[in-house]
Each structure stands twice: as C-alpha cells, then as structure tokens.
C-alpha cells in the first residue's frame, strides 16, 4: 500500500501528461497534381465518360476558358501557383478522346457566378461537372475527379 505522505503521490495526472508539438505539414502542391494526373490516367475510359460535353467547374479559376483555349493556358500554368486539377483532367480526358467543354469558375459574387459559360442560356443549360475540393459554404463535395486525401504529397520533415 502506498504511504500517502510520499511526495510522488500527489502528482495529478495531468501533470504526468505531456505535449506533442504537432507541425503542420506543407502541401507539394506539383507532387500533388503529379500524383493527381496519374490516378486520372490510371482510370479506365468509361469512367471518364461523364466528362464528355461537360464544363469543369473549380473555385481555382476566376474566369472561363474554352476547350480551343485550354492548350495555352495550360502551358503558360504548369508548374505554377496557376496550375490546378481542372487543367490536368482537362488535358488527361483529351488524350483520351473525351472532349470536355472548357473550365469554368465555381465563384459566385452576390449569389450571381462571376464566370459565364459563352453558350446561349448559359449555366442553365450547360453540363456542369464540379472537380474541386469540398466546401462547406455551398455544399459542394468532392468527386471522383477531385485531388482525394491519397494524391497528396507533402514536403519531408525537417526537424
């Protein structure tokens, strides 16, 4: 039985616990869509098919781009701060004969997009196929065709 003057005893337990220092970890974002844009090709055709017709739609962009325009913008973007699943899908699904319509912001300013499609009716009739990360404000959540946990990359530790 332990001597209840001994000094040890009268540790609490939330003393005897100690911290973690938790780091947060730094996203590679270029290992990221590297890793993204392999699992894009390692689909199988039939599930790239809702593509086909479509506009991709991401809260990475603030404009619209045609599918004619998608060449150079893609060019200029890679291995930027600019460059985003939605280019590397884009490009993907035309390698393999799925022609998407463009990409097309997700944004809105005052419940009105701040990109509009250059179709006559616009969004309203347009295929629309969001690929972006979840979002809690407008419900939106991820697809298949979105960067999942398992694409990410991140820098080594530095200790």
Do not use: C
């Not at 869509?33 to 809260?59: C, F, K, M, P």
């Not at 499609?117 to 629309?128: A, C, L, T």
Request: proline residues 4%; without cysteine.
């Amino acid at each position: 039985m332990p001597d209840p003057e001994d000094s040890d005893s009268n540790i609490t337990t939330s003393e005897l616990k100690i911290k973690r220092k938790l780091k947060r970890r730094k996203l590679h974002i270029q290992n990221t869509l590297n890793a993204y844009e392999q699992r894009i090709r390692s689909l199988h055709q039939a599930e790239l098919v809702d593509l086909e017709g479509a506009w991709l739609s991401t809260y990475d962009i603030w404009d619209t781009i045609p599918s004619d325009k998608i060449e150079e913008e893609f060019v200029k973007r890679k291995n930027t701060n600019l460059d985003n699943n939605a280019f590397r899908l884009f490009i993907v699904a035309s390698e393999r004969g799925i022609k998407p319509l463009g990409i097309t912001s997700e944004r809105q300013a005052g419940g009105i997009y701040i990109a509009e499609i250059p179709v006559e009716g616009g969004r309203s009739v347009s295929k629309v196929l969001f690929v972006g990360l979840h979002n809690s404000f407008t419900g939106r959540s991820t697809s298949k065709y979105s960067i999942l946990p398992h694409d990410k990359r991140y820098y080594p530790n530095e200790m």
